[in-house]
C-alpha cells in the first residue's frame, strides 16, 4: 500500500497564480484533511472531508477551495498564489472515529514569489 | 472555535533527563491524539486517549488524559537521542472528524 500520496513534492509560485495540490490515499479512509505548516504554528487546519461529497473548513480556509468527488482523491485549490501561503501543506486520511490516527503524506513544500 | 494550546515550545534535555509537554484545550474534547514528527519528515500518530483519566504507556513514553477531558500530557522517561522531534497533541470535539493541532513541543536532546 502506498498511503497517502501527495504532488508535487516541491512548487514555486508567482502571485496570482493558481494551482492545485494532489492528494490520494489508497486505504479507503473516509476522513480526510489538508494542514499547513509553518515555524512555531504547529499544524493548521485547512480543510477537511468526513466522506465523498462531504467538505467543510477548517481554521485557516481563505485562499483555499476543496472537493471529495472520490473517496481516494482530495485536491486543494491555491485560487490566487500570495506570499502568505508560502508553508509546507499535508495532507492526512484517517478512518472514521480517528481510532487509529490520521496517516499523513510526506508534504509539499509550496514558496510563492 | 476550539483552541489546543500545548507547552513549552521548546525543550533541550540532556540524554537521560525526563520531559514531558502539556496540552490544554478550550472545549471539552471527545479524545484526544498525540504524533511525533521528526525533523524533515511528516506527523505519525503514536496514540489516542478517549476516556476521562486515562493513562496509557508505550515504553518509555507516558501518556495521560485529564479528568476534565480537556487536557493531557505526556511524559518520556530517560530520553534518548532517537526521542528528538517534535511532539505534537491533537483533539477532536465531538464526532465531526474536525481535528485541532496543538503547536508542538520540539525536543532536542544531548548526547
Known amino acids: 500500500n502506498a498511503g497517502v500520496t501527495q504532488t508535487p513534492k516541491f512548487q514555486v509560485l508567482k502571485t496570482g497564480q493558481s494551482m492545485t495540490l494532489q492528494c490520494a490515499q489508497d486505504m479507503n479512509h473516509e476522513y480526510m484533511s489538508w494542514y499547513r505548516q509553518d515555524p512555531g504554528m504547529g499544524l493548521r487546519l485547512i480543510h477537511y472531508s468526513v466522506g465523498a461529497g462531504i467538505t467543510d473548513q477548517g481554521e485557516v480556509p481563505n485562499g483555499y477551495n476543496v472537493s471529495r468527488s472520490t473517496t481516494e482523491d482530495f485536491p486543494l485549490r491555491l485560487l490566487s498564489a500570495a506570499p502568505s501561503q508560502t508553508s509546507v501543506y499535508f495532507c492526512?486520511?484517517?478512518?472514521?472515529?480517528?481510532?487509529?490516527?490520521?496517516?499523513f503524506g510526506s508534504g509539499t513544500r509550496l514558496t510563492v514569489v | 472555535g476550539q483552541q489546543v494550546m500545548q507547552i513549552p515550545q521548546y525543550q533541550h534535555v540532556q540524554e537521560g533527563e525526563d520531559f514531558t509537554t502539556y496540552c490544554n484545550s478550550s472545549?471539552?474534547?471527545?479524545?484526544i491524539q498525540w504524533y511525533k514528527q521528526r525533523p524533515g519528515g511528516h506527523p505519525v500518530f503514536l496514540i489516542q486517549l478517549v476516556k476521562s483519566g486515562e493513562v496509557k504507556k508505550q515504553k518509555r513514553l507516558t501518556f495521560q488524559f485529564g479528568e476534565a477531558k480537556k487536557n493531557s500530557s505526556l511524559h518520556i522517561t530517560a530520553t534518548q537521542t532517537t526521542d528528538v522531534g517534535t511532539y505534537f497533541c491533537?483533539?477532536?470535539?465531538?464526532?465531526?472528524?474536525?481535528?485541532?493541532f496543538g503547536q508542538g513541543t520540539t525536543l532536542q536532546v544531548k548526547p
Open positions: 472545549t471539552t474534547l471527545s479524545n
Open positions: 492526512a486520511s484517517s478512518p472514521p472515529g480517528g481510532g487509529s490516527g490520521y496517516t
Open positions: 491533537a483533539g477532536y470535539s465531538g464526532n465531526t472528524g474536525k481535528l485541532i
